[in-house]
């Protein structure tokens, strides 16, 4: 069994990638995350080696680690994953991937499913990895198997669980600092940050593509950069210093810097959602992940609790599919166990 995190409130997000080659992010590791389960038998002459059923999606796979297609999207994760763990031989594997994510909120998923195979592979084999090998192989699963555009944030946040601040100090080198608040603190934010899914998954087309060539021409010292850099590192500040309001405007700072980059990457739902935070004093908003159309936004609400259900309720009522995701914050690093039975 493996159990990895998803995430949410990144700031200084886009400063995680190679195009802007150092950089400062902060972010929050939450469950629901994504549970992966792995049963094993010898293989016994039988011809597959793997099944992989994704239970969230009602879908089943039988997959060669030996010959990758990488021709449907939707599995060409899980057959680098495969293919960067090296599946003995031996075995047939049944595997069992499930998480109450929504496909597509924009909240790392799709790290937190490869992290967690990872690990759960790794039980197969001799020796452990630890967390942050676990967060490199995932990365280069995206990165140099599958060639994807990828930041270190994700699988990061995914095996380290908590809060975290990331100092990229060379791409993809980093230092990542646990912040330890006091539980005061820290049960404030767990009980005040909530997400909310914007009823479609999040899009990462022709937008995302326009953001990042802009940078990639304009270099690493790009002033919105430079300013998304800024806000971790305040955001990190002013949690040390327990001044909640001032953390709240930092949410609100960061998503005005993404708007900069582009604004379709404020969808006009987000937009719809962030006016009534306002209106119900909630102390700050940001979209999560890259933005654009769909996935999700966190909203840092006020500290009277009956105002937080009831601006859950009428964000609810807005329809097309929006819905509140109940979550916490998962302290642990990534979870890898064998099931008694």
Known sequence: ?????????????????????????????????????????KRNGRKERVCITAESYGQTYLLDPDIPS???????????????????????LEINIYSEMPKGAGTGTSAAVTTALIGALDRLTYGRLAPHEVAERAHKVETEILKLQCGIQDQLCSVFGGINFIEMTDYPRSIVSQIALPKEIFWELERRLLLFYLGNAHSSSEIHQLVIKRLEDSGADNPILQGLRKCACDAKDALYEGQLKKFGKIMIKNNELQRALHPQLISTKADQIFKLAQEFKAYGWDVNGAGGNGGSVTIFCSPDDSTK??????????????????????RDCLRVWQAKF
């Open 309 to 330: 259900r009831k601006l859950i309720d009428v964000v609810e009522k807005m329809g097309g599919g929006i819905q509140y995701i109940p979550t916490n914050i998962p």
């Open 1 to 41: 069994m493996c159990e990895a995190w998803t995430r949410f409130l990144d700031l200084g997000g886009w400063a995680d990638t190679w195009f802007a080659k150092y950089g400062f992010i902060f972010n929050i590791a939450i469950r629901p995350g994504v549970l992966v389960q792995i049963k094993i038998y």
């Open 70 to 92: 990488y021709k449907n999207q939707d599995i060409a994760l899980l057959e680098a994953a495969l293919e960067i763990m090296k599946v003995p031989k031996d075995l047939y």
